[in-house]
């Protein structure tokens, strides 16, 4: 049950980090743009986090192995 148990409470804290951070930063990107250029900022966004992403993974990977 230990590895069970760690397992959920770093999920619980990486859920609670993530939303904490994301909304204002999403809002923050937004915010900082005029209204015609709302998609780019969308697309910035979201470019941003799938890269941040794939990056923290193979980092992560690279120092387990």
Known sequence: WGGVVN???GL???VAGFGLV????TS???V???VSKAG???S???VSRQVGGA?????IGTSVT
């Open 22 to 25: 994301v909304a204002p930063a």
């Open 28 to 30: 923050a990107i937004m």
């Open 40 to 42: 780019d900022g969308a």
């Open 32 to 34: 900082a743009l005029p």
């Open 12 to 14: 619980i804290v990486f």
């Open 44 to 46: 910035v966004n979201l």
């Open 55 to 59: 990056f923290g993974i193979a980092i």
């Open 7 to 9: 397992v959920i409470v």
